[in-house]
């Protein structure tokens, strides 16, 4: 059955005529329709086990989930391992909640879970191969977590013009929209490596700091782009979507120094791991001081990102 069609604003549509408001997840995109309850997007967590467990205690997500009405949903944005001390903990709490409640949680993929060797420093392969009684259970264990990193959602696209993405836009013309996308690995892959960049006027360029030789040029080449405000509006446009949440970076790391430093708050950068929990690697560093995540309603009608009534802070 094909669930897609170009926008969110003609799936919503198709939903209202045929009175069927269901979530699907399709081609590496999931679709979350606009209902009553509340949507939190989780930004990096980097083997935080700590900050999980406290974004699910502070949402009442299993107090929703066990005694309310189900009404919540939770999208983890990526890049759950490497890094932090609690990888192997982290992906079991997370897969133990998606199995549970398959419909109200949404693991989506990102660069630190893909294949082995392309993100620096690595530790989850060892982690989990060695992490085991035997090395050979650790290599099979190890082999189904590739196999469930290549399951994982790269969009989320909500009825309320909420649009969840790793790292941002693709550099591929996409003139279908959400059909264009629809299994399209090429542009996922560039969405979960795009930086937004306040220097650029128009388009996207290559992104040189992603890679060893520092080129633009090349990093373009090898589809990890920066994107401006207009690209980010275009992109957005196509879909039928308003605003954008992404992770990737911490947060004041942004070119710009701010989780958004474009002229209108389209877009939001969420870093959750940072000063606040004893596992986070960036919190030992100094790096992100403000962890946080974000929520919306999901019958909320959004036209820009309100920091003061989207965005939470994790610890405070
Ligand atoms: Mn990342």
Redesign the pocket.
Known sequence: MENYRATIKEINEEQEKTRNFEMFNDGGIVYIPKKTGAITVVG?IHGDSLTVEQIINKTGFIENMEEGDRSQILVFM??YVDRGPAEKRVMEILLELKKRYPKNVFLMG???VTTEGKVNPQSFPQTIKSGYDTEEHGIKIFGKYVKIFGLMPSLVVCGNGLVIS??GICAETIPQGLLSLRRNFRAFYQM?WADPDPGLTQGIGGNGDRIESGSDEEALNAGLILYSEEALRSFLGKIGGKVMIR??QVSSEVRGGKPNSFSTNILWTIHSTGKGSSESYYGKMGREKDPCFAQFGMDESITEIDPNKHIKKVWL
Do not use: L, S, Y
């Open positions: 990096d990526g890049d990102a660069d630190h790793h790292g979960q992770g990737h």
